[in-house]
Every structure is written in C-alpha cells, then in structure tokens.
C-alpha cells in the first residue's frame, strides 16, 4: 500500500493511506539511516510497515518537510514584515522548486503599506491580500494544492489561519510584543493536516528567519534569483559585475533611477556579504 507521512512522534509516523485512511506505523530498520520525513511519499508492506520511501521532489532540513509543492508566506503591517526573510524564502522557493504565494494578512491595520508589498513583489510571486481571517480562508484554500507549508515570521497570524482552514484549534496561537515587535514562536512540531481531496497543508516552525546557510548558495550566484536585476544588467561595464555599488553598474544606476525596489536592491547587498562570509565546507 502506498501513503502520506502526516506526522512523526517518535518512532511512530501517522501514515494517510490511498484510500483516505489514516494508520499509526513504524518504519524498517533499514530506512533509519536516511530517515523518514513528513511529507515523504511511502510504500507500506504486508505487516504494514514502511518499507520504502519513494522518490523526493525535495527535502527540507530545518523544518523537517519532505515533498512541498506550494508555501504561502504569510507577512503583515503589524508586527512589520520582515522583507529580508522574504526575500530569502523567496530564493528558497526558487531552490527547492516549490511555488511561492505571497499571503499579506492584516490589511486593515495599514491598507497602505500592504498595497507598497504588492506593488513590489506582484511580479515575484502570486499575492493574495486580507484583512480577516474568515477573508483569508475564501482565498487560501482554493490555492492548496498538493504538500503546501505556511511561513512568516512569529504573530503574522499563520496557526490562526491554520486553525481556521480546519474549524478547530489545533495550532497554538502565538502572542505579539508591542514593546519589541514580534511575536513568540509556539510552532513546535511540523504536521500535515488533509484539507480536501488529498491536498494538505503544514504549520511549520522553522520559517520564521531561515538561515543564509540553508540556502546553499554561492554569493556569486545570488544576483540570478533578483530577477529584476536582469534587463540592467547588459548596462554593466563587466559582465562579472557583481552589482555591488559600482559606479558602472547598471543595475544600481536603476536602483538609483526608481527602476528597482531601493528593498529588494538593499536585501541583495546584505545576502550577498552573509553569504560572502559563509565558510564552505
């Protein structure tokens, strides 16, 4: 029989059969050293245990989800969307060949400053805009296709909407600091919850910030995921340029200009130098 890891406690995994039913399992001593993951596609044996662990679209490390096909990054006014994280879980999509849906949630508290987040990213990813969470289920779940993840940064409102896709809380709401701006991160464990007709969707902890290292990327290559960097780039002196400020740099010339987001442009030179410093091993 072949099933869906939906959750991991553990030695135990709750697996979601092909027909609708969800068993309770253990995997073969074999499998121990790659592991099984939420999210991994998996044949069962005979004594229904698993057996095999079918090939992965992708897999990712912190959180532990296997096989994402969409995420929906959840950013709001209140607490400020962290833009630098967005960028890079932009990038990570893009890595991990995984679709990004732009999710700006509170858009009541500053109607303003959610229309300036779309006005910058509308070509980058698709974006849905809310202010209510009743408004944003309408718009989410006919978007959750296969394996989607939700992210952002803490008090964004992703375990809300998590519990409002499913009428039931099961996802731990976390509070919002005035005084430092953020919110608490409750998130502890990753699992799959089956929405509709075999689509699923996970609350994960792991995507509130994003490491640069978890990327994997070489600072040298970061320029190629800013794709709006591209068309100004032939206006470079070098074609090595690295659009680092440079004075024949046609990319900052743009920047300059009011071509490119001053955000986006901003984000780059801090990734890039992150990266830069990042020992290889």
């Known amino acids: 029989m072949n099933g869906l890891v939906l959750k991991k406690q553990a030695d135990e995994f709750v697996v979601c059969l092909e027909n609708g039913q969800n068993v309770v399992t253990k995997a073969r001593k074999n499998l121990k050293k790659d592991g099984v993951f939420v999210g991994d596609h998996v044949v069962l044996d ?29 950013v709001a006014p209140v607490p400020k969307a ?28 500053d109607e303003k400053y959610c229309k300036e987040i779309e006005k910058i990213y509308k070509n980058l990813a698709k974006t849905i805009i809310f202010s209510t969470i009743d408004d944003s289920v309408l718009k989410i779940v006919p978007q959750i296709k296969g394996v989607c993840a939700l992210a952002g ?10 519990n409002a896709i499913l009428g039931k809380n099961v996802a731990k709401i976390d509070t919002f600091s005035k005084k430092i701006e953020r919110g608490k991160q409750t998130t502890r464990t990753v699992q799959l919850y089956n929405i509709n007709r075999g689509n699923f969707l996970a609350d994960t902890a792991g995507f509130s910030k994003l490491d640069e290292h978890l990327l994997n990327l070489d600072c040298r290559q970061a320029k190629n995921y800013f794709q709006e960097f591209l068309p100004f780039s032939s206006d470079c002196k070098y074609s090595s340029c690295q659009h680092i400020k440079d004075k024949d740099c046609g990319v900052a010339k743009a920047v300059e200009d009011g071509k490119i987001s001053k955000e986006r442009y901003s984000n780059y030179l801090k990734l890039y130098e992150i990266l830069k410093n990042i020992k290889k091993y």
Not at 46 to 74: C, G, T, W, Y
Not at 82 to 109: A, G, Q, S
Request: charged share 25%.
């Open 46 to 74: 005979d004594e229904n245990m698993i057996s095999q662990i079918q090939h992965r679209k992708n897999l990712l490390v912190r959180p532990p989800l296997a096989n994402v096909d969409r995420m929906f990054i959840v």
């Open 153 to 162: 940064q803490s008090a964004v409102g992703k375990s809300s909407i998590i």
């Open 82 to 109: 962290d833009l630098y994280t967005l960028d890079k879980l932009l990038i990570f999509c893009k890595l991990n060949n995984i679709e990004p849906i732009l999710c700006v949630n509170k858009r009541d508290l």
